[in-house]
Structure formats: C-alpha cells, structure tokens
C-alpha cells in the first residue's frame, strides 16, 4: 500500500484574516463619517442654489411685469422656471414658504425661504437662508 501524500497548499491563517478585517474596519471608520459630512455639504448647497434660481426668477417676474407672481406655480406657467425645484432638505417641492411682498397689491410671492426643519452646519436655521 502507498502512503498518502500530503499536499500544502497556500492559504491564510485565521490571524491573517482578522488582521486584515481590523485594517478594513480602521479604513471605514474613518471614510463613513466624512461621507456622510459631504452629503449633508452637498444638500445645503443645493438648498442655497435653488433658493438663488427662485429668488432670481421672482425679480425677472417683477422685472417684466411689475409686479410679483401671485404663486411660485406662476413662475413655471410663464416660464421663467422649468419647474419649482425641490427643496433637497425636505425632498419636496411643497414645503417652500412664501414671503408676501410689503404692499399686498403687488403680488404675493416676495421671497421664498425654505420650509425644512433644523440647522445648517453654520448653525443657521433652514428657514432664515
């Protein structure tokens, strides 16, 4: 009878793995909070877009027409927005508050301010931007 012949092959130790499992939890560790920190950057920057375009489309309005609209849908009815944007906070385009103009004649739609809840990282609220 022949004797059984042991093969070694290459493999790793439990050590190895674990070693390896700890250097990809330092990795995360540090990465996940920095990505979360970009997305809530990116959304507040978006947020200050957006109330930028709305802004400039409300005095183009009352540029033409001297007057202000008299609802942010009329700002997408006569094209000078494609459509309202969304507020990124909320993820709604029905949370927009609306600041009606000083003489009430003229329109109703003065400024728009966001409607979302909480801080920016500057520690500003939402709703005064």
Do not use: C
């Amino acid at each position: 009878m022949s004797a059984m012949k042991t093969v070694n092959r290459p493999a790793f130790t439990l050590i190895e793995l674990l070693v390896v499992m700890a250097v990809i939890a330092v990795l995360m560790s540090l990465a996940v909070p920095q990505y979360f920190g970009r997305i809530e950057a990116a959304k507040e920057a978006v947020l200050r877009e957006n109330l930028y375009l709305m802004r400039d489309a409300i005095d183009k309005h009352y540029g033409d027409r001297n007057r202000y609209p008299d609802a942010l849908t009329d700002l997408v009815t006569r094209r000078y927005l494609r459509r309202i944007p969304l507020d990124p906070v909320t993820d709604s385009d029905q949370t927009w508050i609306v600041v009606p103009p000083p003489d009430p004649r003229n329109g109703k739609v003065f400024d728009v301010k966001s409607g979302a809840p909480g801080n920016g990282r500057d520690g500003t609220p939402y709703g005064s931007w």
